[in-house]
């Protein structure tokens, strides 16, 4: 099974600054998904970015970008702006191209937004 | 608005009881899958499936039991068997089996008396 490591269980970051939280994944498959998910103290997982492995370019989505490295299996996500709602719990996952994949999820990094 | 409702919320439960956690989607979605969450642990798949009357077992799936009656539900049953049920539970859908990303509903809290 794929394997999603995220090094830092927590960080924190000043208003208006940039904070990027690190990915790392193991497969031997060439082509699948990367996403990044932000779970607030609601507790819902809200979708914040996604990343094709065939596509070289970085995703982007307004003040939130990754950094995908795919020959270091490497894809963290970069905060810029950081405001007191980005402050949450947030989950690198992967998801294999193949038939009948599964999602496998790291174990989360907590971001604290100080004001 | 399309989305995904789990219900209830917060649900208790005396050792030794049945409990079903429901989940209903209308986003037309074919896939749909149950997680577990725990503090430290991410999320663990404990079943998923990809049409209606067709499931499969996730990596955590003793002591659990689902149905997929029809496209929109697939509920969950955490059964007396499964050792240590205490624990959030998020249920999730995606177009189908083979692309796109997870949406989530907004979770179970199943507390053990």
């Known amino acids: 099974a794929q394997t999603v490591t995220q090094s830092q269980p927590e960080m924190s970051v000043q208003e208006a600054e940039t904070v990027t939280l690190s990915c790392t994944y193991d497969?031997?498959?060439?082509?699948?998904?990367l996403f990044w998910y932000k779970q607030p103290p609601s507790r819902q997982m809200i979708l914040v970015i996604r990343q094709e492995a065939y596509k070289q370019q970085n995703a982007t989505e307004n003040r939130f970008s990754v950094n995908f490295q795919k020959a270091a299996k490497s894809f963290s996500l970069k905060i810029s702006d950081s405001q007191l709602g980005d402050a949450a719990m947030y989950f690198c996952a992967y998801r294999s191209n193949m038939a009948g994949n599964q999602f496998y999820f790291g174990t989360g990094t907590s971001l604290t937004v100080i004001p | 608005d399309g989305g995904i409702t789990q219900s209830p919320k917060y649900l208790f439960r005396k050792e030794g009881q049945n409990v079903t956690l429901s989940c209903e989607q209308n986003?037309?979605?074919?896939?749909m899958y149950w997680y577990r969450q725990d503090p430290g642990q991410g999320l663990r798949l404990i079943y998923y499936?990809?049409?209606?009357?067709?499931?499969q077992k996730g990596d955590i799936a003793e002591g659990y039991s689902v149905s997929r009656e029809k496209k929109e539900s697939f509920p969950l049953t955490v059964t007396s068997a499964q050792k240590n049920p205490t624990a959030f539970y998020l249920c999730a859908s995606s177009i189908n089996v083979n692309t796109g990303e997870l949406f989530f509903g907004e979770g179970s809290r199943l507390t053990v008396l």
């Open positions: 986003l037309n979605h074919d896939a």
């Open positions: 497969t031997s498959e060439s082509d699948y998904y």
């Open positions: 499936s990809q049409i209606v009357n067709d499931f």
